[in-house]
């Protein structure tokens, strides 16, 4: 059967790890809303955070699936693991931000985590725009340097924080963090899938 009608998985990475990082960027979109907002487990929270987790899920089988295919086909291999472990790592730190949500009053109300939040959104669905197209970032988006001096200023700013939000600002700045190293992998995998 993969010898007449293959699927092969090595052509579809980018597009599977695109749906990944898109799904997690949604759901961090919602998670932010509900610190303006208030905790509530609607079914707008409830999906968002569902499709991230089949979508990183996805992503671990076509990988797996990928390293069954015949040696030749598999090119994908090696950037695919570094994007599935990326995957992760943003999911886990996206999911205990999760954990934290609620409501920020008064002097909690911090405009550093949710315009920082916003722009890692941006930035996750512009990364998997160019993993759909192989490649092309938007120039008009933030890049590496600038995410990690949000990063550090995050950080800069927890320690001044009182102890509800020195965790958002910190667990914000560990997936900004994710940012530089999800674009060099989405250009080396639409890089591997041009050959």
């Known amino acids: 059967m993969l010898l007449v009608l293959p699927d092969w998985q090595g052509r579809r990475m980018n597009a599977v790890a ?3 990082v898109s799904a997690t960027a949604a759901y961090l979109r919602e998670i932010l809303s509900q ?10 929270y409830r999906v968002a955070r569902r499709n991230a987790h089949d979508a990183d899920a996805t992503l671990s089988k076509s990988l797996s699936q990928l390293m069954q295919e015949p040696h030749w086909a598999r090119r994908n291999v090696l950037w695919g693991q570094r994007i599935l472990v ?9 999911s205990a931000l999760g954990a934290h949500r609620g409501k920020l009053e008064g002097a909690e ?3 550093l ?9 941006k930035e996750f669905n512009a990364v998997a725009t160019a993993l759909r197209a192989h490649g092309q970032f938007d120039s008009n988006l933030p890049d590496a340097a600038t995410c990690e001096s949000a990063a550090k200023a995050l950080e800069e700013h927890a320690e001044s924080a009182a102890e ?3 965790v958002l600002l910190n667990q914000l700045a560990l997936i900004c963090r994710q940012i530089a190293p999800l674009r060099h992998v989405a250009g080396e995998l639409a890089r591997v899938a041009k050959k």
């Open 35 to 44: 610190y303006a907002d208030g905790k509530d487990d609607d079914l707008d």
């Open 18 to 20: 695109a749906q990944a």
């Open 86 to 94: 990326l995957s992760h790592s943003l999911l886990n730190y996206v």
């Open 109 to 111: 109300q911090d405009a």
């Open 164 to 166: 509800p939000l020195r």
């Open 113 to 121: 985590l949710l315009s920082t939040g916003a722009m890692a959104v």
